[in-house]
């Protein structure tokens, strides 16, 4: 097994899975080897066991991928720039601390002002 495949379910498990409260359905990647192969492949695996379709983008088409684009130079921008990190382990703390001000602190223009979390908190107290 590849370490970035393990990295990769790891982080599904851990820190996708367990802290979101709600069912996901389906994740879209880039095509890195990471995330794809036959069912032998860990993230495939992990995917499969909970249930979670995946769907790549266009190879060799980078509009299908602007939005992990954008959210990459965001990251870039926002903390790994800002931030000195004294080891892995200070820098994968230091990121969900900003992953968790980003989507529950910081307004969003696109969003008219509000938290990624006030959408989704908004969306699931709707009447059906």
Request: aromatic share 14%; hydrophobic share 30%; net charge positive.
């Amino acid at each position: 097994m590849r370490q970035d495949q393990f990295s990769a379910a790891q982080f599904l498990q851990d820190d996708v899975l367990v802290q979101c409260p709600y069912t996901i359905e389906c994740v879209y990647f880039d095509n890195g080897r990471e995330y794809q192969g036959t069912l032998e492949h860990l993230f495939v695996k992990s995917c499969y066991t909970n249930r979670i379709n995946q769907k790549f983008t266009k190879p060799a088409c980078p509009q299908t991928n602007g939005k992990a684009e954008r959210v990459i130079r965001t990251l870039m921008e926002m903390w790994h720039e800002r931030e000195l990190f004294v080891n892995a382990q200070d820098r994968k703390l230091k990121l969900k601390r900003f992953i968790n001000y980003y989507n529950t602190v910081k307004p969003h223009k696109g969003i008219q002002g509000k938290t990624p979390y006030e959408v989704l908190d908004g969306y699931f107290k709707q009447n059906l």
